[in-house]
């Protein structure tokens, strides 16, 4: 079992950085793919990014490369997504979640534990 909590969203202007955290419970989470997703308003939740177990593997939707950053810190039980360059297009609630599965990493229902999510809101 993971619990997840994430932090750190808020209002910035467009061009602006935020960084959030995700503080997880559970002895097991090195062994977990962790995870983010965001959800706009009248939209579908969809990928951010991914990071492996160790760390040594991202992978990001092709809307936040170049500007996001996926971590973790395994002896602290966190990952973090930073944020820069933000644009009014990345306002949105942003979820971390965890999985043990390998593959089909892009969709949601491959992951088993969400947080409550962040809202995170950029202004023009």
């Known amino acids: 079992q993971v619990q997840l909590v994430e932090s750190g969203g808020g209002l910035v202007q467009a061009g602006g950085s935020l960084r959030l955290s995700c503080a997880a419970s559970?002895?097991?989470?090195?062994?977990?793919?962790m995870g983010w997703f965001r959800q706009a308003p009248g939209k579908e939740r969809e990928f951010v990014a991914r990071?492996?177990?160790?760390?040594?593997?991202?992978y990001y939707a092709d809307s936040v490369k170049g500007r996001f950053t996926i971590s973790r810190d395994n002896t602290n039980n966190m990952a973090y997504l930073q944020m820069n360059r933000l644009k009014p297009e990345d306002t949105a609630v942003y979820y971390c979640?965890?999985?043990?599965?390998?593959?089909?990493?892009?969709?949601?229902?491959?992951?088993?534990?969400w947080g409550q999510g962040t809202q995170v809101t950029v202004s023009s």
């Open positions: 990071i492996t177990w160790s760390h040594s593997d991202t």
């Open positions: 979640a965890a999985t043990q599965k390998t593959s089909s990493w892009r969709s949601s229902g491959t992951y088993d534990y």
């Open positions: 559970g002895r097991t989470f090195s062994r977990y793919f």
